[in-house]
């Protein structure tokens, strides 16, 4: 299994660019999660999906972000503009969702590394 | 709202013991605790769901105290390759699956020789 796909590993860009980010989650997980980590503010989840829809986006900062899932096996977090304040690693998480109330284990992919000039 | 973790960072020798501790403020249905070593993703170690059930393989196992809202991360007889950063995440008591884990800023604990 290959696990959780990340593209692209690293971006740097200029503030005002439009990022997007790119996520493959495992086959067959029915959830998915878009976190950003940052040493003041630690691991946050940005928004999740459950069967390619959105549940619950009370963490996407604001405007500037959207995420998409237009199918079971692709995922995309924009940011459109971006700003240095945006500078972060986002990871992409995916899930089973059969163990009814609790989360099952979500398995990360290996992050992308975002850094905004 | 996030949980608190403790303490922050620990420096240990091999061999030596470790507990890590997470509190929350709200009630919780289950806990979750994961190790990122630098540069790489989170990986998973394991779940506690309320109950007070314990919880563990090998050397590293955790409790949690659904009265107190507080886990525990007991690590013994430590290893090199247990540096890394641990995190606790929580997931809510909300009467229905939430599916969404809060986490903590983490525990960065290195074991030297």
């Known amino acids: 299994d290959a696990g959780v796909i990340q593209s692209p590993r690293h971006e740097v860009t200029e503030m005002g660019q439009e990022v997007t980010l790119r996520c493959k989650p495992i086959s067959g997980h029915d959830y998915l999660f878009w976190y950003r980590q940052t040493m003041m503010r630690g691991l946050e989840l940005l928004i999740y999906?459950?069967?390619?829809?959105?549940?619950?986006d009370s963490g996407m900062p604001e405007d500037r972000f959207s995420a998409k899932m237009p199918n079971a096996s692709f995922s995309t977090l924009k940011i459109q503009p971006s700003e240095p304040r945006d500078s972060a690693v986002y990871f992409c998480?995916?899930?089973?969702?059969?163990?009814?109330?609790?989360?099952?284990?979500?398995?990360f992919g290996p992050g992308t590394r975002l850094t905004v000039l | 709202q996030q949980p608190v973790q403790s303490p922050q960072a620990v420096i240990l020798r091999e061999g030596e013991d470790a507990v890590i501790n997470c509190s929350s403020s709200k009630a919780l249905y289950s806990v979750h605790w994961y190790r990122q070593k630098h540069g790489e993703a989170p990986v998973f170690l394991m779940i506690l769901l309320k109950g007070g059930e314990q919880k563990g393989h090998e050397k590293i196992s955790a409790s949690f105290n659904e009265k107190k809202q507080q886990s525990s991360l007991y690590l013994t007889a430590s290893q090199l390759s247990y540096s890394g950063t641990y995190f606790c995440?929580?997931?809510?008591?909300?009467?229905?699956?939430?599916?969404?884990?809060?986490f903590g800023k983490g525990t960065k604990l290195s074991v030297i020789p």
């Open positions: 999906f459950n069967n390619n829809v959105p549940i619950d």
């Open positions: 998480a995916s899930s089973l969702g059969t163990s009814g109330y609790s989360t099952d284990t979500q398995y």
């Open positions: 995440g929580t997931e809510k008591d909300s009467g229905a699956g939430s599916y969404q884990l809060t």
